[in-house]
């Protein structure tokens, strides 16, 4: 698959941003085939309870293990309501990211940007250990309910430093 570097990588301070999404465990194989369900649903349910999106789709990985299951959330920035039992508000957590928009493949993008701060001196807001980060963003740039060819997407990285 092509990559290509739309922006970046640099490091952006962010306010903390509200947010709504939909968060499970599900295993590394697959998921991004899950990613695109929970899209579907979300925006399912935006339009069932009259909730208009403040901002874009995201990807959020609250625990990464590639060899098991992963904790992730998608879910909508600057979207403000109450929410349910499976819908939830939340937040972006505020501070200083890694910053990289790209356009094809997301392994070549994570790659770059996990090499690139390091060699910055900067180290993620992360537990090694465990494989929780307190905010592993990708934020959809290209609303996938307009354009539905992902080989368009401008898909942009965000991860929050210590």
């Known amino acids: 698959m092509a ?3 739309v922006d970046g990588p640099r490091i952006e301070a962010r306010a903390e941003r509200p947010s709504l999404g939909i968060r499970i465990v599900t295993p ?16 399912s349910w935006l339009d069932d309870h009259h909730v208009a999106a403040g901002g874009p789709f995201f990807l959020r990985l609250h625990r990464v293990d590639m060899a098991g299951d992963m904790e992730i959330e998608v879910g909508l920035l600057d979207t403000i309501a109450p ?3 499976r ?3 939340g937040s972006s957590p505020a501070g200083e990211y890694a910053v990289l928009a790209y356009r094809g493949s997301s392994m070549q993008a994570n790659r770059m940007l996990l090499t690139w701060a390091p060699a910055q001196s900067r180290e993620f807001a992360a537990e090694p250990q465990s494989g929780e980060w307190d905010g592993r963003f990708e934020i959809l740039r290209t609303d996938p309910r307009v354009e539905r060819r992902k080989t368009a997407w401008t ?7 210590r």
């Open 83 to 85: 929410g349910d039992e």
């Open 87 to 89: 819908v939830r508000a």
């Open 28 to 43: 590394f194989r697959g998921m991004l085939a899950v990613r695109d369900a929970l899209i579907t649903e979300l925006s």
């Open 3 to 5: 990559f290509e570097v």
């Open 155 to 161: 898909t942009e990285l965000a991860f929050l430093l």
